[in-house]
């Protein structure tokens, strides 16, 4: 069976309240969907998303990408022989992790169909459901208080708190309040984006310890370069340390893990390249019993599904960071995922269980 047809269309959703982090402020999603058709009718279906401050690429040049160096290395091939294909995709073009990661994604639905089953089956099946964290973007310190309230009050039980834009004492004033405002049961998690320095982040972190505020992990408190910087904020604290822009490709997992610069890894398939990248980098990371999150940029339900089957498959993916389509104001299409407040549901549906019918009409509205 081979692959007969790329196609890709430009999609733009708006968000119903703006997503800010210490890197960008985010008021419309907007991405790139990919179709891949095969020989025998099965459709696959993929999403990038440009996150120019994270993997450099742009929807232009996400598009471009597919449809002029990754779409040429797999048509006419066979989708059943994965090692080539997937060796012939990653070899096409350095970085572009995006675009590499929506053919990635529509690959393993094509195949995961042909196969009957549905995508986090067909990898492994670990888990039948999952639970999403819900992010609370930077604003002021009684805003973050509400929201993270609004989010608890909502049903979630773990909270994804965005920090490292302005001053560390208004950070930790800021986790403070949001403490103070949901009690001592939720989870918090903590993400600077690179925010921090490392004085300041091994400062601010053992003031929260001291204050008991009881934080689950810190992500990315440093610059993505910086390894020696987030070994020294890991050895530095008690709180588990997660890598998360410090590690897009399997040898930069392999360099975090081997100098033991982080207790977690945060896996994104728009940084690996896909799920065929993101398993060898989660597999790598059990190996040395480093547990792994899946999270995601601002993607619409198509990205997550995949994403989300993938972080179910897996025995060594413990979290999960999977709360942007509910950032969204409409939902762009049918099938896929589904869920019941905080947890994420998988249907019986084989692959991704993407309605192509359904999404063929939005898109042909959008392009
Ligand atoms: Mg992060």
Redesign the pocket.
């Given at each position: 069976m081979n692959i007969q047809a790329v196609d890709t269309y430009s999609i733009a959703v708006p968000l119903h309240t703006p997503f800010k982090?210490a890197l960008r402020t985010v008021t419309v999603a907007e991405s790139v969907y990919v179709k891949l058709t095969c020989s025998d009718g099965t459709i696959g279906w993929g999403e990038a998303p440009p996150t120019h401050v994270i993997t450099g690429e742009s929807l232009a040049s996400i598009q471009y990408t597919i449809e002029s160096i990754l779409k040429p290395v797999i048509l006419g091939k066979r989708v059943i022989e994965t090692e080539r294909l997937f060796e012939n995709l990653h070899q096409a073009a350095v970085g572009n992790t995006s675009a590499k990661a929506a053919v990635d994604m529509a690959l393993h639905d094509c195949l995961s169909q042909i196969c009957g089953l549905p995508l986090y089956q067909f990898l492994g099946g670990y888990n039948h459901s999952i639970e999403t964290d819900y992010t609370v973007s930077i604003n002021t310190r009684e805003q973050m208080a509400a929201d993270a309230g609004q989010y608890i009050d909502n049903g979630f039980n773990v909270l994804?708190i965005k920090v490292g834009k302005d001053d560390i004492e208004k950070d930790i004033k800021r986790i403070e309040a949001v403490r103070n405002r949901v009690g001592s049961e939720p989870l918090i998690r903590l993400?600077a984006?690179q925010g921090w320095s490392v004085k300041d982040s091994i400062y601010a972190i053992q003031k929260m310890e001291d204050m008991g505020l009881n934080i689950e992990l810190v992500?990315?408190p440093v610059k993505a370069w910086d390894i020696e910087g987030l070994k020294k904020v890991k050895e530095h604290t008690f709180t588990p340390i997660?890598a998360?822009?410090s590690v897009f490709s399997v040898e930069d997992a392999r360099r975090v893990l081997q100098t033991e610069s982080a207790d977690l890894i945060?896996i994104?398939l728009m940084k690996s390249g896909g799920i065929y990248q993101a398993r060898k980098i989660n597999q790598l990371a059990e190996a040395y019993g480093v547990p792994c999150m899946v999270?995601s940029m601002i993607e619409t339900k198509l990205g997550i599904s995949a994403a989300a089957h993938f972080a179910a498959s897996q025995r060594n993916i413990i979290r999960y960071?999977f709360d942007a389509p509910l950032m969204l104001a409409e939902d762009p299409l049918e099938g896929g995922i589904t869920y019941n407040g905080c947890h994420i549901l998988f249907s019986s549906d084989n692959g991704l269980g993407i309605s192509n019918i359904q999404l063929e009409d939005i898109l042909s509205q959008q392009t």
């Open positions: 982090t994804k993400d984006n992500e990315q997660m998360d822009e945060n994104k999270g960071d």
